[in-house]
DNA sequence: CTTGACATTGGAGCCGCTCTAGGGTTTAGC
DNA sequence: GCTAAACCCTAGAGCGGCTCCAATGTCAAG
């Protein structure tokens, strides 16, 4: 199987297939006459889990190193990793909505200030720092 | 004032400002006898204002801008357009939440299943591609 | 005088792709 | 057989927004 069509079935793209294999994070796939790159289903199976880590925004790294574990038989271990990962990773995501929620409210607090003619100097307080130094 | 004193007092690096310059988002500042930057208080207050804006995330340029124009006494157009930018990030930061959200419901579901024995292949699912094409 | 904190410059590194330039190859229709 | 579209190749730049590094210069305190 040729890389487009590849990328097509995984929803990835050739440009990202390419990317990881310069990173080293893919076996050098075999190569046709034409020198095109060609892949067997395990590669295919490889690369699948590779993109379905990544959709789950595991660090690039982590989710390769993971679908090569899983490739290789050592599935017991990954699906150890992978719960400790997803803990943290929910973690991060926790305080990561917690900020984005604080700047939405602080966003609609400024809009109002906006709306009932504030200046932005006077709204983008920051604290006027010297204050509190 | 020299660059650390500025950094220091708007919460900031020295990196940070010089960063800024480079990209020519600030006036260039004086410079001292030893080659030291030397700010004044109106570059302080423009570069506190940036900040302010970049506290907001907006991307860094409108941040530059509309610093630039206020302290250049558009204060009116930049209310206008700091409501405007408000309301799109607003938008962007209620789409990235849903995201953010939706991922983590997913991880919660897919740790359960490993929890019940499921290996990774069988949970990375991502549809198994081949099915819906 | 020495030590340490601060300043200077230019440039690399981070993340994970995405895109471009400048080629070569395959494939479908006519 | 020919042409045009769509594919493939490589190497490298670019994105955002810093952060950090090296190598060097400057200055205040003890
Ligand atoms: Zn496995
Ligand atoms: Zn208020
Ligand atoms: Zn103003
Ligand atoms: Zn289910």
Redesign the interface.
Known sequence: MRIGTLA????TTPHAIRFYERRGLLPVPQRADNRYRSYTEQDA?RL??L???R???LPLEQAAA?AGM?TAGH?EQ??EE??EA??Q??EE??R??DE??F??R???H??GQ??SGE???AV???GK??RD?
């Open positions: 097509e079935r995984l929803r199976e699948r889990l993109v379905g880590l959709q789950l925004d993971l899983c599935c990954v699906s992978l719960r997803i803990s990773k929910r995501l926790r990561r909505i984005l929620q700047l939405d602080r966003l609609a400024l809009a906006l709306g200046t932005p100097q983008i307080t920051l720092e010297e130094v």
